[in-house]
């Protein structure tokens, strides 16, 4: 299974960006999808994430009202709309995938390389 993010980059405080990762895998509705994240000097967070069968599950209520998850299962890929940016969510953005929607937001078995969102004025 790869993973490969895209859409990070450089943006100010109440800006959108959208963030996709597709997956080369076989059997891509089986899996539970989703991101996680780490800011600089930060453990690594779970952020959001989407069962096999839709179910979406988001960290805090605050990233709820921001961030938006999506997949799209004949493109084999996820994407996280995130909207009204703030410095604090600036970190790097992991794409994650796992058989189990549990573990999925705890210890998937696997990730993306990262991509860099940096929310800046």
């Known amino acids: 299974v790869q993973l490969a993010e895209s859409g990070g980059g450089l943006v100010q405080p109440g800006d959108s960006l959208r963030l996709s990762c597709e997956a080369t895998?076989?059997?891509?509705?089986?899996?539970?999808l989703g991101w996680f994240r780490q800011a600089p000097g930060k453990e690594r967070e779970f952020v959001v994430s989407?069962?096999?069968?839709?179910?979406?599950?988001y960290a805090t209520d605050s990233l709820q009202d921001r961030f938006t998850l999506s997949r799209d299962n004949d493109k084999k890929a996820w994407y996280l709309q995130m909207d009204r940016l703030k410095p604090e969510d600036t970190a790097t953005y992991f794409c994650?995938?796992?058989?189990?929607?549990?573990?999925?937001?705890?210890?998937?078995?696997?990730w993306g390389q990262g991509t860099q969102v940096t929310v800046s004025s």
């Open positions: 994650v995938a796992d058989l189990s929607a549990r573990t999925v937001r705890t210890d998937p078995d696997y």
């Open positions: 895998v076989t059997a891509f509705h089986s899996y539970s």
């Open positions: 989407v069962s096999w069968n839709g179910e979406i599950t």
